[in-house]
Each structure stands twice: as C-alpha cells, then as structure tokens.
C-alpha cells in the first residue's frame, strides 16, 4: 500500500518559518520525482517545487526564492524549507509521487499551512 505523509504543517505569523516533510512507504522512491503542491481556499492546487531523483529542485514562482525543496533517498522523505511566509502562503500543501517513467501518481493528505498578518 503506497502512503504519503505529510507533517510539520501549523500557524505562523508573516515573516517566519516552517518545514515541511512528506515521508513515503510502499514505492521505490528513488524512481519517483517528488512534488510539493499548495492549495488555497478557493483556489486551484499549484505546483510549489519538484525534485527529481539524483537532481535539483526545480521551484514554480509561486514561492521561488523563499522556499528550498530536497529530498533523502535513504529516508524516503521530501522536504519543503519556506522562509519569509506571507499570509497568501496559506493553505493545504500537497506532497506528490511521479513515477519518472509510468507517471503513476500518488498524492498525501495535505498538512495545513496558515500564515497570520
């Protein structure tokens, strides 16, 4: 059974920080490119970041400059570093598994992000 887990969701004032981590089981995850989605109320999901496996993140313009997007091979795991969040950041962030040849896609849960003003 594939399962995406996001955490490290939560509020914040503008200005701050969060972290967020999307753990992974039931794929091989060196063989899926690993996305960071947002949505905010009312609005369409948005890419935020991709990584691809043995590469560098590759950011939208959505937070391009104010996030940093990685991942850990050995743990299964993408990370999505923002920094100098804006009360527009807010939202349900999305972690996303692309098979690089399959395209076969699996989507977490979504963590909340709220950023206060």
């Known amino acids: 059974q594939v399962q995406l887990v996001e955490s490290g969701g939560g509020l914040v004032q503008a200005g701050g920080s969060l972290t967020l981590s999307c753990t992974t089981s039931?794929?091989?995850?060196?063989?899926?490119?690993m996305g960071w989605y947002r949505q905010a109320p009312g609005k369409q999901r948005e890419l935020v970041a991709t990584?691809?496996?043995?590469?560098?993140?590759i950011y939208a313009d959505s937070m391009k400059g104010r996030s940093t997007a990685s991942r850990d091979n050995a743990k299964n795991t993408v990370y999505l570093q923002m920094n100098s969040l804006k009360p527009e950041d807010t939202g349900v962030y999305y972690c996303?598994?692309?098979?690089?040849?399959?395209?076969?896609?699996?989507w977490g849960q979504g963590t909340q992000v709220t950023v206060s003003s």
């Open positions: 990584v691809l496996s043995g590469g560098g993140p």
């Open positions: 039931g794929i091989v995850f060196s063989a899926y490119a």
């Open positions: 996303n598994a692309r098979h690089r040849l399959t395209l076969d896609t699996y």
